[in-house]
């Protein structure tokens, strides 16, 4: 299980990035949006025993990262974190996909191994592009941008409210199971008999702050409207970012660039 | 300018589960002046404030604040009149950066977009906290969550500023800072401290709550002076009126 | 039980996300009509709270092994079914931008899962059926038990669906629903017991907050017939979208390509209607044979797979070599593109 500490170091750590000044930095959040989405469809776009085919589709999480100026090795083990999951999921295709795909020498490869080797794969480049997302969008960015892509305004502006508090209740959340850890002698004492009494006062407590919240807006004017400044535009640059990135995907999903390379290589050394 | 008189009359406050936190509590204030509560844990000083903006209805009793009483017709203006800074910023700042969140309130009052932008800079400089404008709120210590706190308040520009245990959780360099800014700030004033020194720094009157009535109101100094009364509060003399234990000097 | 990107096709991703957004829409527009304004922060913090919650630990009763609070139920209860749907939805954005729990297209299907069942049908219909106004301690634990349990296992059983539908990952449907449903009758049972212990301790400390989940849309005002009717034309909807790309085209993406650029080689397999109508009739048979690893590598590698659907293995040979050796070279490309646009940044 994930520490509560660490979590939130994490959550703060990726938020930041997003404060960071780049060219990817500076172009409207509807377009990275956009084009994160057109990547992710185009990836899992690919029949179950497409493995060599993705590979060229790293271009778009580099390319973007290094414009962006994240920190690769931040992002490389944040997507490792989420391996050995995509890894449990795919080890039943070999299990139950046992016919044999491709013989290279002595060892014989199944499609299921195939197709196991195509989900980590396709884990990695999908959790990677979200991550990257983020990294050079900002959550307020993308939930503005998903605003003005037409999802409605209750449920952005709660979205907004979710993210603020994360921060505050998470360490909130912490403090207390902290409390209750040092006071319980191994495992007992962490059990339901407390874990009740104790979400119980988190969630007693939340539901006063949020009146308190409310008060608050109530303080300065608030009468159910939001008002936000519009900070950035759709331009031509926006256009030409994701024609350009869809244009690339497109054709990498109908050609197989790596194999297309391979060749290449393979025929000149032969 | 007798409009921005606060004036409270009975008020009598039980919460829902039966603690009588304000039995009887009457008390004026008049324009301009600086006024600390204070009293012990539990004594009533954060219900007492939270009546003043209308957050908390009273059982029996009557607030009035400037020439209206206050009521469901009058609270939008009232709200607007009385500025609070809550004991726990993280109430207060609810929005993405804390530019929308300073802005929040002179959207809401219908200003154009120049102008909200205009009086944001404006208090933020105020309180010191101009290099935070584009922070989200949860990347900001808490001393400087406080100072956006208070500029959120100010950018409505109240005519009441009221204040829970402003200084708590401050470092000395901080509560100074905020010290300067309430001095600076020229309309009345009323705060609950646990910070006595500043009291006596900050307000020429000072009201002693205990058990949810009003123990004494009067000149600060006279009330840090009245070793009895402070004894029964449980409340003690400011340091600044003690002498000094270290070096020996003082009285 | 998050839904994971990697194991979605775009057509079923594509359509729960549909779906999805359909129900946040209506939902957003019922919380706006008939809620006051400070639902709307409460919402929010609320779901916030649920990430707190999720990430403080409790022993699991018998068993020594520990667990975590879902939160689904939980939020219907406090919030109503519109609002509570919302929160969920939220949450799970979060999740999927943050912790890379799911993914971005599989969000749909996960706010479907997660959401639409406790929010939409086990609150309403079994909790407070079950539990009624004033409900004591047992009956209580007792509604929320099977509201619970109810709830996954619609949840669990839509997972399995969609991951069969899409046909990245060969668990054969009835394995998989073996696999799925006990597990997430356990889950379902702590998450009941959970959920009852809290709101039991909030309803004897704070009563009113419980009640305040109670008024704003009650199930009177929720027919069943309504939604018993609007779920089975999404099903039905969804049935027919993922079916009809799925036997047109194992994948979505490759037959719009081929419409878009009007290309004949990328449609590979089908030709005229029998084959259409033989696959549809394949994919509505509930168990769907998904044999089309020839089918499917056969269009991938167009000319060179001359030897028929027997698929001569050691005639891959070629092809893979090729493909293994482009792969690396293709990653090795990004990755150096990467770290000169990277210096160039840094200098500039
Ligand atoms: N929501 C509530 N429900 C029930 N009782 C409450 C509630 N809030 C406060 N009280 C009680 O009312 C009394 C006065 O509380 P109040 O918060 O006004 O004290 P205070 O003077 O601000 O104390 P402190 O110096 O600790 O901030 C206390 O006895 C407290 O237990
Ligand atoms: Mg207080």
């Known amino acids: 299980m994930r520490s509560i500490d660490g979590a939130v170091l994490d959550l703060k750590r990726l938020d930041l990035l997003a404060t960071g000044d780049s060219v990817i930095h500076r172009l409207d959040a509807r377009a990275k949006v956009l084009t994160t989405l057109v990547f992710i469809v185009t990836v899992v776009s690919f029949n179950r025993y497409e493995f060599t085919a993705l590979f060229p589709f790293f271009i778009y999480p580099v390319v973007t990262a290094s414009l962006g100026n994240l920190p690769g090795g931040y992002i490389v083990r944040k997507i490792i974190m989420v391996i050995p999951f995509a890894f449990v999921v795919g080890m039943l295709n070999p299990i139950f996909d046992r016919e044999l795909f491709v013989r290279i020498g002595p060892f014989a490869i199944t499609g299921g191994w195939i197709s196991c080797a195509s989900i980590i794969l396709r884990t990695v480049l999908t959790v990677g592009a979200a991550f990257i997302l983020v990294g050079v969008t900002g959550f307020l960015s993308v939930c503005e941008a998903l605003e003005r892509l037409g999802t409605p305004r209750t449920f952005t502006v709660q979205l907004l409210f979710l993210y603020r508090y994360i921060f505050v209740l998470t360490e909130e959340g912490a403090r207390a199971s902290r409390a209750r850890e040092l006071r319980s002698c191994g495992r007992k004492g962490l059990g339901l008999a407390s874990f009740g009494p104790l979400i119980g006062h988190l969630l007693i407590r939340t539901w006063l702050r949020a009146e308190r919240i409310h008060m608050a807006m109530l303080a300065r004017g608030f009468t159910g409207e939001f008002h936000s400044r519009q900070v950035s535009g759709f331009g031509w640059r926006e256009l030409f970012y994701v024609a350009g990135w869809s244009a690339v995907f497109v054709v990498l999903r109908m050609e197989n660039g790596a194999q297309w390379m391979g060749r290449l290589v393979t025929g000149v050394l032969s | 300018m007798s409009h921005h008189i606060v004036e409270v009359k009975h008020l009598q406050h039980i919460y829902a589960d039966g603690t009588v936190a304000l039995q009887d509590v009457s008390l004026t204030i008049h324009h301009g002046e600086s006024v600390a509560i204070i009293g012990a844990n539990g004594a009533g000083k954060s219900t007492l404030l939270l009546h003043l903006n209308g957050y908390l209805t009273a059982n029996s009793g009557e607030i009035r604040i400037g020439d209206f009483p206050l009521t469901k017709k009058t609270l939008p203006e009232i709200r607007r009149t009385v500025g609070m800074v809550f004991q726990d910023a993280d109430d207060q700042l609810f929005m993405p950066t804390v530019f ?152 | ?346 200098f500039a």
Request: proline share 5%; net charge negative.
């Open chain 2, 100 to 251: 929308d969140d300073v802005a929040f309130g002179p959207f809401n009052l219908g200003l154009p977009v120049d102008e909200v932008k205009q009086r944001v800079k404006a208090v933020l400089e105020q309180v010191g906290a101009a290099h935070l404008q584009e922070k989200p709120p949860y990347h900001l210590s808490g001393g400087e969550k406080k100072r956006v706190a208070i500029a959120t308040v100010l950018s409505m520009s109240p005519d009441i500023l009221v204040m829970d245990e402003p200084t708590s959780g401050l470092d000395p360099f901080a509560r100074r800072q905020l010290m300067g800014l309430l001095r600076d700030f020229q309309h009345t004033k009323i705060f609950t401290s646990h910070d006595l020194d500043m009291v006596v720094e900050l307000c020429q009157r000072t009201i002693v709550l205990h058990k949810g009535i009003v123990k004494a109101d009067g000149p600060t100094l006279e009330i840090f002076n009245d070793d009895a009364l402070l004894a029964e509060c449980r409340l003690e003399k400011p340091l600044s009126m003690q002498g000094c234990p270290v070096c020996g000097k003082g009285r």
């Open chain 3, 1 to 346: 039980m998050h839904m994971a990107d990697a194991l979605l096709s775009p057509a079923v991703g594509g359509t729960m996300w549909g779906v999805a957004a359909g129900t946040i829409a209506y939902s957003s527009m019922k919380v706006k009509k008939e809620l006051d304004d400070s639902k709307v922060p409460l919402m929010g913090v609320l779901g916030a709270f649920i990430f707190a919650a999720q990430m403080i630990n409790f022993t699991i009763p018998a068993t020594g092994s520990s667990g975590h609070l879902g939160g689904g139920l939980l939020l219907a209860i406090l919030l109503g079914p519109y609002a509570a749907f919302l929160t969920i939805a939220s949450v799970l954005v979060v999740q999927s931008l943050f912790f890379a729990d799911g993914g971005i297209l599989a969000l749909g299907c996960n706010i479907f899962n997660l959401g639409f069942f406790p929010a939409f049908i086990a609150y309403p219909f079994i909790y407070r059926k079950i539990a009624g106004s004033q409900p004591s301690r047992t009956r209580l634990s007792i509604a929320a038990i099977i509201a619970a349990v109810v709830g996954l296992q619609m949840g669990a059983f839509s997972v399995v669906l969609e991951t069969v539908s899409s046909g990245i990952s060969s668990l054969p449907f009835s394995t998989f629903v073996v696999l799925m449903q006990p597990i997430h009758l356990a889950i379902g049972i702590v998450e009941g017991l959970v959920t009852a212990t809290v709101v039991s301790f909030v309803a004897a400390a704070r009563p009113e907050i419980i009640r305040a989940g109670n008024d704003p849309v009650t199930p009177g005002r929720l027919p069943l017939r309504n939604v018993l009717l609007s779920f089975l034309a999404a099903s039905l909807l969804i049935g027919g979208i993922v079916s009809w790309f799925a036997s047109e085209n194992p994948d979505g993406l490759e037959w719009a390509i081929a419409k878009v650029t009007g290309t004949e080689e990328v449609t590979g397999t089908e030709e005229g209607v029998h084959t259409i109508l033989a696959s549809l009739q394949e994919k509505i048979a509930f168990l769907p044979d998904y044999s089309f690893k020839q089918e499917a590598a056969g269009a991938a590698e167009g000319e060179n797979n001359v030897d028929g659907p027997e698929g001569d293995a050691s005639g891959r040979l070629g092809t893979s070599v090729a493909g293994g050796v482009g792969a690396l070279i293709s990653l090795a490309l990004a990755f150096g593109i990467g770290f000169v646009l990277r210096r160039r940044q840094q």
